[in-house]
């Protein structure tokens, strides 16, 4: 499970003798927490305090047995927050909640730090999974997927079961629809605009998804999901219940961050990481688009569109790496005219011609390029590249030698194959 970046931390305040169903109530808390595949919570309980009933409890040896404070600390995804809150609320009767926003550096789970290839799958999948129904319109999941960045959607039939996944890939190539730079390019009165359009158009999730995705099972070793990924060339696999209902999700990166992380303990059968051995070089694709600094946007449009990296390296007038660019760089940063032909090139992945072309005017790739990017040498180990990936929350990393020349780029599909094998 990953929570990184902006997370919610609960404090609820409570008393040792309250309790919830005849049990203790803090008892009760933590065990409905952990069945909701919370991320983790800790009891702390005070030397001494008082309440909203101002009484006075102490932890002295004489009154050990009064009704000392407890502290239930419980940071997770904010989302998952916002679901089970109710539920929180409703067991404690007499106490205080209170719910402020935490920056999580990391968090792992221990055992994640050896993952053996045997070891099931949901010890990494993520629990807090959206899904939609089968008539779910397509307007409803592009506001899904711009407010709360997500990158697939199992999609359910009427009783639960997935019958298809849907993935912002899918309403580029199917609809036409920007999902991961449509917030970017589009004002408010725009996206407004745009998302009338589609409820008018009638098209829901049945359109539009992948049927029958495949799926692994809660008990499905690491090692066969990781290869269900990469021989079907997917990112991510609904994980199932013993029931067949949807229990969570898999991606290539919930295994890869697990990967990168160094063992706390070596396994009997282990002696070092997978990966451990490999370098860039090994596994880098050395198909690297590049274009110069004062490359006109059109011209960058246009290689983006027909390449399948999906981004453009930047060189200066020495042929050292300068920049990167990506689809979203190019909308977040051109002028609002520009932005109708760009999106409808990135959509249809389609060169662009004509006037549209000719309307970004004298606009370079310097003026759009993101500077200074991460890059990695040939030589650098294979596991120092994917904590840089995952670190940067980046897919692509460009290699560069000695000299400041670009001559490979290596992604996280890269990696995922070079230690599929290994793990």
């Keep these: 499970m990953e929570i990184v970046g902006t997370a919610t931390k609960v404090n609820i305040y409570i008393g040792d003798s309250d309790r919830w169903r005849g049990r203790p109530l803090y008892s009760a808390l933590l065990e409905m927490l952990k ?29 050990l047995s009064e009704d000392l404070p407890l502290v239930i600390e419980w940071v997770d995804h904010p989302d998952r927050v916002g679901r089970i809150m109710p539920r929180v609320v409703e067991m404690v009767a007499e106490g205080l909640i209170t719910v402020q ?13 050896e993952l053996p290839a045997a070891a099931p799958v949901s010890d990494v ?5 959206r899904a939609v129904q089968t008539d779910t319109p397509v307007a409803e999941i592009v506001a899904l997927l711009i407010a709360r960045d997500y990158r697939a959607l199992p999609v359910l039939d009427s009783g639960g079961r997935v019958v298809g996944i849907l993935t912002d890939g899918d309403l580029v190539s199917r609809a036409g629809i920007m999902t991961t730079s449509l917030e970017q390019a589009l004002t408010g009165s725009e996206l407004s605009q745009h998302l009338s ?25 690491i090692g066969d999901a990781v290869k269900a990924m990469t021989q079907r060339d997917v990112k991510r696999l609904p994980v199932l219940d013993a029931a067949g209902r949807l229990a969570g999700m898999v991606s290539r990166t919930d295994v890869l961050r697990a990967l990168a992380l160094p063992p706390v303990q070596a396994a009997p059968h282990r002696t070092e990481q997978p990966g451990s051995r490999a370098v860039v070089s090994d596994v880098m694709t050395h198909n690297v688009p590049v274009v110069t600094v004062d ?11 027909t390449t399948s990296q999906r ?12 920049g990167i660019i990506t689809d979203s760089d190019i909308l977040q940063r051109s002028a609002d005219n ?36 991460i890059t990695v040498a040939p030589d650098t180990p294979l596991l120092e590249a ?3 990936l995952l670190q940067g929350k980046i897919k692509r990393l460009p290699v560069v030698d000695n000299a400041g020349h670009v001559v490979g780029l290596i992604g996280r599909g890269q990696i995922l194959q070079a230690l599929s094998s290994e793990v």
């Design 35 to 63: 069945a909701e595949g919370c991320a983790g919570a800790t009891v702390t309980r005070a030397i001494a305090g008082f309440g909203a009933h101002s009484r006075i409890h102490s932890a002295s040896i004489m009154r």
């Design 101 to 113: 926003p935490v920056e999580v550096v990391t968090y792992t789970h221990r055992k994640l730090r």
């Design 125 to 129: 999948m993520a629990t807090e999974v």
């Design 197 to 221: 359009a589609l409820k008018a158009s009638g098209q829901t999730a049945i359109d539009l998804m992948t049927p029958d995705p495949v799926t692994v099972q809660t008990n499905t070793p």
């Design 295 to 305: 490359a006109s946007l059109g011209d960058v449009v246009n290689l983006l569109v």
């Design 311 to 322: 981004r453009v390296v930047v060189v200066d007038e020495s042929d050292q790496i300068a």
């Design 338 to 373: 520009d932005r109708s032909g760009i999106l409808t090139a990135f959509s249809q992945r389609l060169p662009l011609v004509g006037r549209d072309q000719i309307g970004l005017g004298k606009r370079t790739a310097a003026d759009v390029m993101t500077r200074n990017p």
């Design 386 to 388: 994917l904590q840089r």
